[in-house]
Structure formats: C-alpha cells, structure tokens
C-alpha cells in the first residue's frame, strides 16, 4: 500500500520552531518531488515548500521565506519541514505529497499524486 504518514505536529507558542516529518511506505521518495501543503479554517489548502526529485529546485511560499525549509532524508524514505519562528497565522493542518514520477522541478499547486492525512500545527500562546 503507498502512504505518505505526517507526524511532528502539535501546540507552539508564537516564535517556536517546529519540525514536521512525512514518512513514505510502499514507495521510495527518491528521485519524486515532494510539496508541503497546509489548510487553515475556512481557507483554501495552499502550497508552502516543494523540492524537486534532483533537489535542484526549491520553490517556498512568501509567507513562509526565510522561516520555513524542507529536507530529505533518503535512508529513512522520509522528508522534513523545519518551521521556525512560528506566528500564530501558521496554525493550519500540514499535508505531504508526492509526484508519481521523478522530477527535476517542484510547484506549489496541488498536481501531487500521493497525500498524506495531514498533522495539526496550532501556534498560540
């Protein structure tokens, strides 16, 4: 069975760093892009961070530049989101996804082919 599974979620004060982890099985995440997603109440799912399947390309939302970055870790089959200096406009369920493919480019519009279900990121003090 292919699944992405998100994990690292939780309650963080404003300024405090969080690290997200989306772990892939029945599939390796080699070579695939992987974006990073997030829904908040009553808005729209948006991109965050994507790296391409060459790591070549990193594409990040505004909002997040210079706080948030992704990284892989190819033993693990497992990629990560570091999340600092958190504001409270972060809050929203974090998801995963992952391209069929390999790829050498990354988007932040929500062509993945794999999701996860999502871990909840609530920053408030």
């Known amino acids: 069975q292919l699944q992405l599974v998100e994990s690292g979620g939780g309650l963080v004060q404003p300024g405090g760093s969080l690290r997200l982890s ?8 080699r070579y695939r892009s992987i974006g990073w997603f997030r829904q908040a109440p009553g808005k729209e799912r948006e991109g965050v961070i994507c790296s391409s399947g060459t790591g070549a390309s990193t594409n ?7 706080r ?3 990284s892989r870790d190819s033993a693990k ?3 990560y989101l570091q999340m600092n200096h958190l504001v409270p ?3 929203a369920v ?11 480019l990354c988007v932040l519009t929500q062509s993945y ?3 996860g279900q999502g871990t909840q990121v609530t920053v408030s003090s």
């Open 113 to 115: 082919d794999y999701w």
């Open 22 to 29: 989306c772990t892939a099985s029945g599939f390796t995440l």
């Open 68 to 70: 948030f970055t992704i």
């Open 89 to 91: 406009e972060d809050t």
């Open 60 to 66: 990040y939302a505004d909002s997040v530049k210079g």
């Open 77 to 79: 089959n497992t990629v």
């Open 94 to 104: 974090y998801y995963c996804a992952a391209t069929k493919l390999p790829n050498s």
